[in-house]
Each structure stands twice: as C-alpha cells, then as structure tokens.
C-alpha cells in the first residue's frame, strides 16, 4: 500500500534527506509530493546558509548602537547585520544567525511549519520536553498557568529576526502550534491558510507569535490566552 501524502509530510519533516525506499518511492507519486520536497530542501538551504554566514570581529559593538525596543512597520534588520548575528542555543553549542532569506512573515512561517511543524506535534504527544518557564526567561518573559499548562512541547527556533520559542500547546480541541517571535513585528490579527493549516498572527507587548492549527474557530481564543498569559517577568505579581 503506498504512502499517504499526511504521512509522506510527516516523515518528509522528520528527515527531509531521507534514503529511505519507500520515501523515494513516494517522492515521485505526484507533482504535489515533488513540490513538499523541493521546499522542505529549500528550507534545508535557508537553515545551512543561517548557521554558515561568517560573524563579523565587531558584532558585538555593532549591537550595542542598536535602540532598544521592537521595530515598527514589518521592517527587516539590515541584511549584513541579520546575517551575522549570532545567537547562542543551548548546551551542546548550536547557534541560529537571523537568515535573511524570508521575505515576509507568511513566508516564514510556511517554510517553518513544513519544516518540522507536523513532526514536533507528533512528538510532542509521544515525549514533551523542555520548560516553559525557563525558556521563556530567556527573554524577559513568563506563562501564567493558562498557558503554561497546556505546553506540550516548548524549544528554541529560528525567526527571521533572530531566536525565537516553538511550543505545541495540547488543548481541548486538539494540538496548535505557537511561534514566537521577540522582535517581529506582524499585522495583528491577520489570518491566512496553507496546505491544511489556518494562522493567526498575534501582536504582543514584547514581539509577535503565529498560532497554527486545523480549526479555525480555535484559533481565536488562544489569540486571547498568548495576549493574557504571555508576560513580562518584572509585572508578574
């Protein structure tokens, strides 16, 4: 029995270079099968170009001369700066330089999400790891108990802008995938659909986040949740 295309995703944003025969097999099945593979590759590219770009001698000072608080407008970093700034990512020392290569937010998120988006919410149901709280402090930031109860999968990503958190949030209406990014700015509520997967963009006091999910109608009260429960450490009472 050959592969459906739901799984073929999957597998595809597990080990987007698999050898696999059946996976090969399956890449052939259909233009629609050809085109998953040419943008999980696409994103593949964009990720190795992000951690290979050279780090300027000055990067640090060049930091320092950036203004506080969150750009306004949509405007990217300039592109000798995204390219270079490197942000450290856990223990085992894997780093994510701002890529450039996105040329909006819709298209990030799309290429996120095919990414490994369906993997990390299969996984997140198998293993949860990581916390909240200790990830999120990283930028000055809490989840209040309505949020933080319902992670079931919280990492570090890559943004267009830099570092930013994917979480997995296990609701009663089944799993939705959260991107926050601490400094893009988005059109709050703006909404749109792909392949089978409907966004909401949410702007917040400190950055932006897509919410992803199958239901559209649920994607509205968690709109509510990430505006509430998503907080500054210091006004945490």
């Given at each position: 029995?050959?592969?459906?295309?739901?799984?073929?995703?999957?597998?595809?944003?597990?080990?987007?270079?698999?050898?696999?025969?059946?996976?090969?097999?399956?890449?052939?099945?259909?233009?629609?099968?050809?085109?998953?593979?040419?943008?999980?590759?696409?994103?593949?590219?964009?990720?190795?170009?992000?951690?290979?770009?050279?780090?300027?001698?000055?990067?640090?000072?060049?930091?320092?001369?950036?203004?506080?608080?969150?750009?306004?407008?949509r405007r990217w970093w300039?592109?000798?700066?995204?390219?270079?700034?490197?942000?450290?990512?856990g223990a085992a020392g894997l780093s994510w330089r701002a890529a450039p290569d996105w040329p909006s937010v819709e298209a990030y998120v799309m290429d996120h999400y095919r990414h490994d988006g369906g993997r990390l919410v299969a996984e997140s149901f198998e293993a949860g790891y990581g916390n909240v709280h200790e990830v999120l402090a990283e930028f000055g930031l809490d989840a209040e108990p309505a949020l933080a109860?319902?992670?079931?999968?919280v990492k570090f990503c890559p943004t267009p802008d830099g570092k930013g958190v994917h979480m997995v949030l296990h609701t009663h209406?089944?799993?939705?995938?959260?991107?926050?990014?601490?400094?893009?700015?988005?059109?709050?509520?703006?909404?749109w659909a792909f392949d089978e997967m409907d966004v909401l963009l949410v702007d917040l006091e400190r950055g932006s986040a897509a919410v992803i999910g199958s239901n559209r109608d649920q994607l509205s009260e968690y709109y509510a949740v990430l505006q509430d429960s998503l907080v500054v450490q210091s006004d945490r009472s």
């Open positions: 029995m050959s592969m459906n295309f739901s799984e073929f995703k999957r597998r595809l944003g597990a080990e987007p270079r698999s050898e696999d025969a059946e996976m090969l097999a399956a890449r052939d099945a259909s233009s629609e099968h050809r085109a998953a593979v040419a943008e999980a590759e696409q994103f593949e590219h964009r990720l190795e170009r992000a951690l290979n770009t050279p780090v300027p001698a000055d990067l640090i000072d060049t930091l320092r001369t950036i203004p506080a608080g969150k750009n306004h407008g300039p592109v000798a700066l995204a390219a270079g700034l490197l942000m450290a990512v109860n319902i992670v079931g999968l209406d089944g799993p939705l995938t959260v991107i926050f990014m601490p400094e893009t700015d988005v059109e709050d509520g703006e909404r």
